[in-house]
């Protein structure tokens, strides 16, 4: 498979994981799917928006670069292909970067979130107080520390935690994926600026 071919296909990989990483995000600030009250109960980490920039706006970018080296596959540009084939996948090798830094942005921001757990209302040293009742994920273990949440609005504590939980989850496998797609494009953009033109490697007959 040409380098081309294959950055297409990573890139049309990238662009429904980024999508949902958006969605993911967007949903992380309606607790179990309603308005909270205050910002405050909210955790904190929903705002570092992982999903919505890192893994969501910032890998559009490189997904769509990806998707054009196809059309330099092979064929150049400006009349000189081998110019346009190193220069295209050498291109494709900085946005693989970029794309790997915002992928590695949200798996952090999620593992972080995963660790520390929700925001809740509950009986902090004999005050009650919105903050955040686990520590070092050891309510992951222990569901029975989930009943330590006395009060998230009108909503049920478990679906609350089980919601937070679920799509910091889901958020912390897609940044994952997205950033092994984009090392892989990182490898394939080097080889193609080492190679030049698919031809010159024996890739397109």
């Known amino acids: ?20 990483c958006l969605l993911a995000n967007i949903l992380l600030f309606f607790p179990a799917g309603k308005v909270a ?15 919505l920039l890192g893994s969501g706006v910032l890998m559009i970018f490189p997904a769509l670069v990806f998707l054009g080296m196809k059309k330099n596959d092979c064929c150049g540009c ?6 346009g084939k190193r ?3 050498f291109s494709s090798i900085l946005f693989a970067a970029i794309g790997f830094v915002g992928a590695g942005y949200n798996f952090i921001v ?3 979130a995963i660790n520390k757990g929700p925001i809740c209302y509950f009986e902090k040293e004999g005050q009650p107080t919105w903050d955040y009742p686990f520590s070092e994920g050891n ?4 569901h029975t520390l989930w009943e330590t949440c006395t009060k998230f609005k009108d909503i049920d504590t478990k679906i609350t935690i089980t919601w937070n939980l679920t799509l910091f989850c889901m958020l912390l496998i897609m940044g994952g994926v997205q950033a092994v797609l ?24």
């Open 1 to 20: 498979m040409c380098t081309g071919g294959c950055a297409k296909c990573l890139g049309i990989t990238l662009i429904p994981l980024a999508i949902l």
């Open 37 to 51: 009250e205050s910002n405050d109960h909210i955790s904190r980490e929903v705002f570092y928006l992982g999903g």
């Open 78 to 83: 400006c009349g000189n292909e081998s110019c």
């Open 87 to 89: 220069f295209a996948s």
């Open 110 to 112: 999620s593992i972080v």
């Open 139 to 142: 309510y992951l273990g222990n």
């Open 182 to 205: 984009c090392a892989i494009q990182a490898i394939n953009g080097l080889i193609g600026t080492i190679c030049g033109d698919c031809k010159c490697c024996g890739c397109c007959g």
